[in-house]
């Protein structure tokens, strides 16, 4: 154990020495990167899935199987096949997110009324607007909900990939610190962490708020 | 919601004829099996196109399954993980449970570790594994910190949730009936938030899951988590991906069972009201 002063002490000299805002670089764009790709491919495939009825009730129970999976266990198998290069570290992070994004967006696409598409189509609505009038409005409070979920899988996601592939950013310093056993840098390292996970977190449920206005 | 009433429905339909049967069968299971096929099958010419030979694909793992099941070495890894699991979730259910309900029921002890909880929740748990194996070694004891830390938040604040959300007229009748508090709180708060208690040991499980392999694999303590660990190092994958399949039937299995038992024993109460 070790006093919030020797941390915080600790952690200016790691502010200060410059090499943590590298560090704090590097995760962050491992983080978007792998973050970004699971909402570009997760919010068209859940989308894709709530019209597609057939394509849906055959995919779900995979989804379902893949969102209850612990993605961790997968990291030996990236870490033999790809190596150690950004490219791996990016498809963890992207498998953390990927799974509550499709699932909560299905979950949506499960609850839209048939009446709500039935009324479109009975107003000859095209396919286009039947997506951007009744589709995609209904279903983004459900994604959004997955999106927070997302944010903190991500997160744990990003860490993983830092611990057990090619390490850097800010795992590698907390690594760093505990394998010199200095307990005050990986005290400053995990405080820095759960501050930007308190705070990713509150955005999520900020952006999930903002959405769920129109739900019900 | 819908259709899983749809489904009861037409299970009820499918007692009383064959049609709805046959008709459940194409609608739904077909669809089902059909892709469970193709993807497999893309899987599997991927992986003999492009992987090397070492690569699991689901012939060779399927092929390893017997294999795999019958040696002692993973009988004793699941065992252990499972146990170490099991202590862990006991653990974090039983000062989870507490501190909820003491959180959901005094605003001032709330008021006092409600930024803390919330705070721990939202810290990635992988990240205390390095500070837990300067503290407690590379042995079981860290795997099973790692667990408790992993599981107690989500069920302290799903308890609170449910605690604080007790209705009023049930505290009113208590009061006038002059139950003691402790008597209040463990025979009107505890059971009125079961649900929520439900619904935070089905996060906590799949958390704890994750907590107990991620610590395998950092401080290579013997369990599920290393056993897939080392076989993939040694190009065994076929065997580490049969410990892969365990652990999401593992992670599947809890989430199905908690889905049932909120249904079989509080039929009442509908999970999507609460996850919005």
């Known amino acids: 154990m070790v006093p919030l002063s020797e941390t915080l002490v600790r952690l200016w000299q790691l502010v200060s020495g410059g090499q943590f805002i590298t560090q704090l670089i590097d995760s962050t764009i491992l983080f978007l990167s792998g973050f970004v790709l699971a909402l570009v491919v997760g919010m068209p495939l859940g989308l894709l899935l709530a019209r597609v009825r057939v394509l849906r009730i055959g995919i779900e129970p995979y989804i379902m199987i893949l969102y209850a999976t612990p993605m961790v266990a997968l990291i030996p198998f990236i870490l033999s096949l790809m190596g150690f290069g950004f490219a791996p570290k990016v498809l963890v992070v992207f498998l953390f997110a990927v799974f509550p994004v499709l699932y909560n967006t299905v979950e949506g696409a499960r609850s839209i009324k048939p009446e709500l598409i039935e009324v479109a189509k009975s107003y000859r609505s095209s396919e286009w607007a039947l997506w951007r009038e009744v589709m995609l409005p209904y279903t983004l409070p459900y994604t959004m909900t997955g999106v927070r979920q997302a944010i903190g899988r991500a997160l744990v996601g990003m860490v993983a990939a830092e611990f057990f592939l090619s390490s850097t950013g800010l795992g590698q310093l907390i690594m760093g610190a505990s394998q010199n056993f200095d307990t005050a840098g990986v005290f400053a390292s995990i405080l820095v962490i759960g501050l930007i996970g308190v705070g990713l977190m509150r955005l999520g449920l900020k952006i999930e708020q903002h959405f769920a206005r129109w739900r019900n | ?276």
């Not at chain 2, 099958?41 to 991927?46: K, N, R, T």
């Not at chain 2, 090397?52 to 070495?73: G, L, Q």
């Not at chain 2, 002059?178 to 938030?193: A, E, F, Y």
Request: net charge positive.
């Open chain 2, 1 to 276: 919601m819908t259709e899983s009433t749809m489904n009861a429905s037409l299970t009820v339909g499918a007692a009383r004829s064959g049609v709805a049967l046959s008709d459940r069968l194409r609608t739904t299971f077909m669809p089902r099996l059909l892709t469970g096929f193709v993807i497999l099958l893309a899987w599997e010419i991927v992986v003999r196109a492009f992987a090397p030979a070492y690569v699991a694909k689901p012939t060779t793992v399927i092929m390893a399954i017997p294999r795999v099941i019958a040696d002692p070495a993973f009988l004793r890894a699941t065992g252990t993980t499972l146990a170490a699991v099991a202590e862990g979730l006991a653990i974090a259910l039983i000062f989870g449970t507490i501190i909820g309900l003491l959180m959901g029921r005094s605003p001032m002890f709330e008021r006092g570790i409600r930024h803390y909880v919330n705070g721990f929740y939202a810290v990635p748990m992988i990240v205390v594994l390095p500070l837990f194996s300067l503290w407690f070694g590379y042995s079981g004891a860290t795997r099973i910190a790692t667990i408790i830390f992993a599981a107690i938040f989500s069920i302290i604040i799903n308890v609170a949730d449910g605690a604080r959300s007790v209705p009023r007229e049930y505290m009113e009748v208590a009061r006038s009936f002059r139950s003691g508090r402790l008597s209040t709180l463990v025979g009107i708060v505890l059971p009125s938030s079961m649900p929520y208690l439900l619904a935070g040991i089905r996060l906590a499980a799949g958390r704890a899951l994750i907590g107990a392999v991620v610590a395998e694999f950092f401080i290579s303590v013997g369990g599920l988590g290393y056993y897939i660990l080392y076989n993939s190092r040694s190009y065994h994958h076929n065997e580490a991906f049969v410990g892969v399949l365990l652990l999401a039937a593992f992670g599947v299995g809890f989430e199905l069972l908690v889905t049932w038992a909120t249904r079989r024993f509080m039929p009442w109460y509908r999970r999507d009201e609460k996850t919005s």
